[in-house]
């Protein structure tokens, strides 16, 4: 699709299976827009936050994109591509969860397998996994860290997997936030992954509607 108005207006209508990728092609479209009409992009920008107010990524990439000067918001929109396409957030969390004798595991999403994979590298007394799912336990075998069929919050840590974040609240499936919610009563150490551009600003905070599978955990 080569008309950047077309990109975002199917950004905004389609379901997405990927956020990330949406979201890059989301920032290039605004990218090409800025070196035209800028009022047409800022009404494109407009619509897809309207219409997609239930991601947190749309909501917070498109936020410096309100913004009626077309430099800045080039400035911005470049900035964000480079934060899309680093992953070094997730090696960042691993290598601070390399020391950790466990780890509860609930899900095998990207960002948790990147995590973990960091972990398996760097940890010297090979952190035990904590799984209550034989298919998790399965996904996590080539990572060949010790696996133990046990609840996740029994572990030291456990990783709970977040859509977005506001200050001290997250928004997850009801299996993570009950996983979450058991860690907290143990006082077990909870780690929410969640993409840094998913951490919600105040004005997004406004404008978020979450899908209703999710539901919302204070921690």
Do not use: C
């Amino acid at each position: 699709m080569n008309d950047p108005i077309e990109a975002i207006d199917a950004a905004s209508r389609s379901e997405w299976t990927d956020s990330l990728s949406a979201a890059i092609a989301i920032v290039e479209a605004i990218q090409s827009l800025v070196e035209r009409d800028w009022k047409e992009g800022l009404n494109a920008v407009q619509r897809l936050r309207h219409r997609r107010s239930d991601s947190p990524l749309a909501l917070m990439i498109t936020e410096p994109a309100l913004d009626p000067d077309q430099v800045r918001v080039k400035i911005a929109m470049d900035a964000i591509e480079r934060r899309l396409r680093d992953p070094s957030w997730t090696q960042e969390l691993g290598l601070r969860l390399a020391h950790e004798i466990s780890l509860g595991v609930v899900s095998i999403g990207d960002a948790t397998l990147s995590i973990l994979e960091i972990v398996a590298f760097r940890s010297a007394q090979e952190t035990e996994l904590f799984v209550d799912r034989s298919s998790i336990a399965r996904g996590l075998g080539y990572l060949r860290l010790p696996i133990v069929v046990a609840p996740p919050e029994e572990a030291t840590a456990v990783l709970i997997p977040a859509v977005a974040r506001f200050q001290s609240r997250i928004w997850t499936t009801t299996r993570a936030a009950d996983v979450a919610l058991r860690a907290a009563a143990r006082e077990t150490r909870i780690v929410p992954i969640v993409h840094p551009l998913a951490v919600l600003s105040p004005l997004a905070r406004k404008a978020y509607r979450p899908a209703a599978i999710l539901i919302d955990v204070e921690l």
